[in-house]
């Protein structure tokens, strides 16, 4: 009787403790709700439809309304998210993905098997700008309400990272049918926050999803500020117009850590900033134009001076931090050098060009423009900049060779799902040439090809990087661009603000984020 007393008396004070803690644990999440966060974009997205996007500001946007079957860690752990995991078959040519159970989208209507197959084969039929992603899946078949099986001929090595992309987002079957083309401005997903409004070139208003899945938002409101202008971003932080602003100048960096209210974040990142050239019209069909420039534009210097460090110059198209990375010689500023090229590929004297680019999208995007323009000027090389905002600028660019009108581009590239396959192949490969890619400079070389092909198909790491190492190698002698740096992210948050993710995605997450004051 003694023991069941002592027992009994154990029980009552574990569920005493229990109770305490749950509700600690709830007083401190109802102290944590609340309140409404703006963070400040550089750049608009140009849709929300994943059909349609093709952006860092429109995969951050997306990222709080629509989820994707996986997410990346920033790490660079592949994690379940709205699937809940996956089997690979033993020739490798068939991927079981398992469905969580019990997701609505913001609509009411089920995410399940038929959902995943619907957006998976709308996201191939429609020619999205990311179809590379999942285009080697022949079939999308549907083994149950909750399973989904994917199949390829060949083993498609970087598979499951690809389907962790942001833009391989799952929308709605039904308000996809409802809003039509007007979807890619009234998304509708399962995420932590439900899209409200977006001014094109204002902001983009969310509200928290009381009915999430998963751990609900803190957050009552979110907004996305599209502010171009880097100095109007920072002083908008500095005075509390907006909570956080992305891609503060490094020049300010060190003045805002001294202002109280102010922290500024620096994070990894896997973009390259590179200026491309359209090889199909003259003089960037001579590679010897090419490697002129790359030898006339000092990078030590812009990434030293311009960026004060917060980058790196290039040794290879993708950033040291991806997979299949191999680093070359790098071309090492030489004025003289890039004069006896431009020489030899009869241009003694020089040529005009026209140098397109964007402002607000990349960190002092502008400003480095405007150092390019100056030092392609000191080797005869006269570039007229022609600045544009960011959607009107990509669809200049998006188009066939034969209607291009851009000469001299700058872009970036992310290779955001960790792996080679995602920073070469769209950019390099034939099939991938604009419009229905992202190769603007319409590289065509077979022998790039078939590397980069090799290396999506085979499963063995080791062999994969020998490929890529070898089609980096021609890459950097065929120098379709004026390769650059990689950069570095550089935010600034509010005193108060709590719980944002800084991804190397270059995305400021704020699913977890929260006001502390």
Same mark, same amino acid.
Do not use: C
């Given at each position: 009787?003694? &023991?069941?007393?002592? !027992?009994?008396?154990? $029980?009552?004070?574990?569920?005493?403790?229990? $109770?305490?803690?749950?509700?600690?644990?709830?007083?401190?999440?109802?102290?944590?709700?609340?309140?409404?966060?703006?963070?400040?974009?550089?750049?608009?997205?140009?849709?929300?439809?994943?059909?349609?996007?093709?952006?860092?500001?429109?995969?951050?946007?997306? $990222?709080?309304?629509?989820?994707?079957?996986?997410?990346?860690?920033?790490?660079?752990?592949?994690?379940?998210?709205?699937?809940?995991? #996956?089997?690979?078959?033993?020739?490798? $040519?068939?991927?079981?993905?398992?469905?969580?159970?019990?997701?609505?989208?913001?609509?009411?209507? #089920?995410? /399940?098997?038929?959902?995943?197959?619907?957006?998976?084969?709308?996201?191939?039929?429609?020619?999205?700008?990311?179809?590379?992603?999942?285009?080697?899946?022949?079939?999308?078949?549907?083994?149950?309400? =909750?399973?989904?099986?994917?199949?390829?001929?060949?083993?498609?090595?970087?598979?499951?990272?690809?389907?962790?992309?942001?833009?391989?987002?799952?929308?709605?079957?039904?308000?996809?049918?409802? #809003?039509?083309?007007?979807?890619?401005?009234?998304?509708?997903?399962?995420?932590?926050?439900?899209?409200?409004?977006?001014?094109?070139?204002?902001?983009?208003?969310?509200?928290?999803?009381?009915?999430?899945?998963?751990?609900?938002?803190?957050?009552?409101?979110?907004?996305?500020?599209?502010?171009?202008?880097?100095?109007?971003?920072?002083?908008?932080?500095?005075?509390?117009?907006?909570?956080?602003?992305?891609?503060?100048?490094? *020049?300010?960096?060190?003045?805002?850590?001294?202002?109280?209210?102010?922290?500024?974040?620096?994070?990894?990142?896997?973009?390259?900033?590179?200026?491309?050239?359209?090889?199909?019209?003259?003089?960037?069909?001579?590679?010897?134009?090419?490697?002129?420039?790359?030898?006339?534009?000092?990078?030590?210097?812009?990434?030293?001076?311009?960026?004060?460090? &917060? +980058? *790196?110059?290039?040794?290879?198209?993708?950033?040291?931090?991806?997979?299949?990375? !191999?680093?070359?010689?790098?071309?090492?500023?030489?004025?003289? @050098?890039?004069?006896?090229?431009?020489?030899?590929?009869? =241009?003694?004297?020089?040529?005009?060009?026209?140098?397109?680019?964007?402002?607000?999208?990349?960190?002092?995007?502008?400003?480095?423009?405007?150092?390019?323009?100056?030092?392609?000027?000191?080797?005869?090389?006269?570039?007229?900049?022609?600045?544009?905002?960011?959607?009107?600028?990509?669809?200049?660019?998006?188009?066939?060779?034969?209607?291009?009108?851009?000469?001299?581009?700058?872009? +970036?590239?992310?290779?955001?799902?960790?792996?080679? /396959?995602?920073?070469?192949?769209?950019?390099?490969?034939?099939?991938?040439?604009?419009?229905?890619?992202?190769?603007?400079?319409?590289?065509?070389?077979?022998?790039?090809?078939?590397?980069?092909?090799?290396?999506?198909?085979?499963?063995?790491?080791?062999?994969?990087?020998?490929? #890529?190492?070898?089609?980096?190698?021609?890459?950097?002698?065929?120098?379709?661009?004026?390769?650059?740096?990689?950069?570095?992210?550089?935010?600034?948050? *509010?005193?108060?603000?709590?719980?944002?993710?800084?991804?190397? @995605?270059?995305?400021?997450?704020?699913?977890?984020?929260?006001?502390?004051?």
């Amino acid at each position: 009787m003694r &023991a069941d007393r002592r !027992s009994l008396s154990v $029980l009552i004070l574990i569920l005493m403790l229990a $109770l305490t803690i749950t509700a600690g644990t709830i007083q401190a999440r109802e102290a944590r709700e609340g309140g409404e966060l703006t963070i400040a974009m550089g750049a608009d997205p140009e849709a929300m439809d994943p059909i349609e996007a093709s952006s860092a500001p429109a995969s951050m946007a997306m $990222l709080h309304t629509m989820e994707s079957l996986f997410s990346m860690t920033p790490e660079g752990e592949i994690e379940p998210l709205l699937a809940e995991g #996956y089997e690979v078959s033993e020739d490798g $040519l068939e991927y079981d993905i398992y469905i969580r159970e019990g997701i609505e989208f913001h609509d009411g209507s #089920y995410f /399940d098997a038929e959902a995943v197959k619907f957006n998976l084969e709308r996201f191939l039929d429609e020619e999205a700008p990311f179809s590379f992603l999942i285009d080697e899946v022949t079939e999308i078949e549907i083994v149950d309400d =909750y399973t989904v099986r994917l199949h390829t001929e060949e083993p498609f090595a970087p598979l499951i990272n690809h389907l962790s992309h942001e833009l391989v987002a799952m929308a709605s079957p039904s308000a996809v049918e409802e #809003y039509g083309e007007d979807f890619a401005v009234n998304p509708v997903g399962t995420g932590a926050f439900e899209f409200v409004e977006w001014t094109r070139g204002d902001k983009i208003v969310m509200e928290r999803n009381e009915n999430y899945w998963g751990e609900n938002a803190y957050l009552d409101r979110l907004n996305f500020s599209i502010v171009p202008e880097d100095s109007t971003r920072v002083v908008q932080v500095e005075t509390g117009e907006t909570d956080a602003a992305m891609f503060v100048p490094p *020049r300010e960096q060190s003045r805002l850590d001294e202002v109280d209210e102010v922290n500024t974040v620096q994070a990894t990142s896997l973009r390259t900033i590179y200026t491309g050239f359209n090889i199909e019209v003259e003089p960037y069909d001579d590679v010897r134009v090419r490697k002129a420039l790359n030898y006339a534009v000092d990078n030590d210097a812009i990434v030293e001076q311009i960026l004060e460090g &917060a +980058g *790196r110059p290039s040794d290879a198209p993708i950033s040291p931090d991806i997979f299949g990375h !191999s680093g070359q010689e790098k071309y090492e500023y030489d004025p003289d @050098r890039a004069r006896e090229l431009l020489a030899e590929a009869g =241009y003694e004297d020089g040529f005009e060009t026209t140098f397109h680019h964007p402002v607000g999208r990349y960190m002092m995007d502008d400003t480095i423009a405007q150092a390019i323009q100056s030092q392609l000027d000191d080797v005869g090389v006269e570039a007229e900049l022609i600045t544009m905002e960011w959607a009107t600028y990509l669809e200049t660019l998006q188009v066939a060779p034969e209607e291009a009108e851009h000469e001299l581009y700058m872009m +970036g590239w992310g290779a955001v799902t960790g792996d080679a /396959d995602y920073g070469l192949y769209p950019m390099f490969h034939s099939s991938q040439m604009a419009p229905y890619g992202w190769d603007l400079s319409y590289l065509d070389h077979p022998e790039v090809d078939e590397l980069l092909e090799k290396a999506r198909l085979n499963p063995e790491p080791e062999l994969r990087e020998e490929f #890529y190492a070898d089609a980096i190698e021609i890459i950097w002698d065929e120098v379709p661009w004026l390769f650059l740096h990689s950069e570095v992210q550089i935010n600034a948050v *509010r005193e108060g603000v709590e719980g944002l993710v800084h991804h190397p @995605r270059e995305n400021i997450i704020a699913i977890d984020a929260y006001l502390s004051e």
